[in-house]
């Protein structure tokens, strides 16, 4: 990392210290903090009200944007892929998805992924580095600010999902800081409540977020029923395997309200994950483990070198039933971005020929 602190991982509590030691009042603090996350300005320059000399003092030490944007990829089903770069040359890449109720963005915390999972895209890259909390705050503004116009007003408030490149859970202090940071509500608004997280299975976070108070939800990646299966797709299974995994996830619910529910996520894989066996196992393994969650099967979105296929339709609406006879709540997703390399799993930098690149200079 480089000496200068990027303002807009702060909360406005350490705004405000960070202005005060630099001789100005605690105002100016609360000023720069509005400027970064209300108005959403990604540039000193841009904060007019704040005198000239303080602006050319601040950014000695500080920064208000540290990545930059390289280009952006425009789906048929109108979501966006944003792939841009840290100050130290690494990809980072955010994915807006439209919905009709409410929007979300999908944002990456790690730059890469150290777990392999065998149908992930982004496992290819190997781990490059965990995001700093600014950096995870600046995708949203980033994305925000293209969706709607910079500073505009989100028509319905936004979902987050940190589902984009890495595990969030190995970024648990960056990702709980932005989090904060982002449900100010002289900022962004948006509280934890409207975020998920989305987890391979890192059971010591997943105990440690069931003591947390102000929390987001919690969805959980299986992608098998057996440990057999799990190991050979994902190895972290080696390390917390099913039976220590669901115990966390129980413990988890407990902390639940009765009315909330959490999530497992489950990669369609044809031929591999999908038998009639593999959802009996699955809604058994749950039921013996007495959790009251939901299910949510989601298609393999494919991508060269992966050697998988998603699983044909039928297949997975019997699955779905065969799970639901067995009193789980199933849900099919819908693959959003898949033409653009923006789906689950898919986030790898790939630069697919795309003409939306050139109305970058809106957005750098
Ligand atoms: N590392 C975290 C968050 C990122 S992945 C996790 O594993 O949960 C978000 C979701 O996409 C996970 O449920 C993952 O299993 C799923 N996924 C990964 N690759 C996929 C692919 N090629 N097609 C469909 N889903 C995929």
């Not at 944002?107 to 909390?133: E, I």
């Not at 440690?208 to 299974?237: F, G, W, Y």
Request: charged content about 25%; hydrophobic content about 40%.
């Amino acid at each position: 990392m480089n000496q200068v602190t990027h303002l807009v991982g702060l909360t406005q509590a350490e705004l405000t210290a960070l202005v005060e030691e630099l001789g100005e009042p605690a105002y100016r603090g609360r000023q720069i903090f509005a400027a970064l996350h209300a108005r959403r300005l990604r540039s000193f320059d841009e904060m007019t009200d704040l005198p000239k000399e303080f602006r050319a003092r601040l950014s000695e030490s500080s920064s208000a944007s540290t990545l930059t944007v390289e280009a952006r990829y425009i789906s048929e089903d109108g979501t966006r892929r944003y792939l841009m770069k840290t100050h130290d040359n690494l990809p980072v890449e955010t994915v807006f998805i439209p919905e009709e109720r409410r929007d979300t963005i999908c944002f990456s915390s790690q730059s890469g992924c150290p777990l392999q999972c065998s149908f992930c895209l982004t496992a290819k890259l190997g781990l490059l580095r965990t995001l700093t909390a600014g950096e995870m705050v600046e995708q949203i503004i980033i994305a925000l600010n293209d969706a709607y116009g910079v500073g505009a007003k989100t028509p319905h408030g936004t979902n987050l999902v940190a589902m984009g490149a890495g595990e969030p859970f190995l970024a648990f202090e960056p990702l709980m800081k932005a989090l904060k940071v982002m449900s100010d509500l002289k900022g962004l608004h948006i509280v934890p409540n409207r975020v998920t997280v989305s987890t391979a299975g890192i059971v010591p976070r997943i105990r440690e977020l069931a003591t947390v108070e102000d929390r987001p939800h919690l969805a959980i990646s299986l992608a098998a029923p057996t440990d057999e299966l799990r190991n050979e797709l994902m190895p972290i299974n080696r390390k917390w395997p099913l039976n220590e995994l669901l115990a966390a996830c129980k413990e988890f619910e407990r902390s639940l309200k009765p009315s909330e529910r959490f999530t497992f996520e489950y990669v369609m894989l044809d031929g591999v994950n999908d038998r009639e066996e593999h959802a009996r196992q699955l809604a058994n393994l749950l039921n013996r483990h007495g959790l009251r969650v939901k299910v949510n099967l989601i298609p393999h979105n494919p991508a060269d070198p992966l050697p998988y296929h998603p699983s044909p339709p039928e297949r997975v609406e019997s699955f779905k039933r065969i799970l639901e006879s067995k009193g789980i709540n199933a849900f099919v997703r819908r693959p959003r971005g898949r033409d653009i390399y923006a789906a689950c799993g898919q986030l790898a930098a790939r630069r697919p020929a795309n003409p939306q690149g050139s109305a970058l200079h809106q957005l750098a």
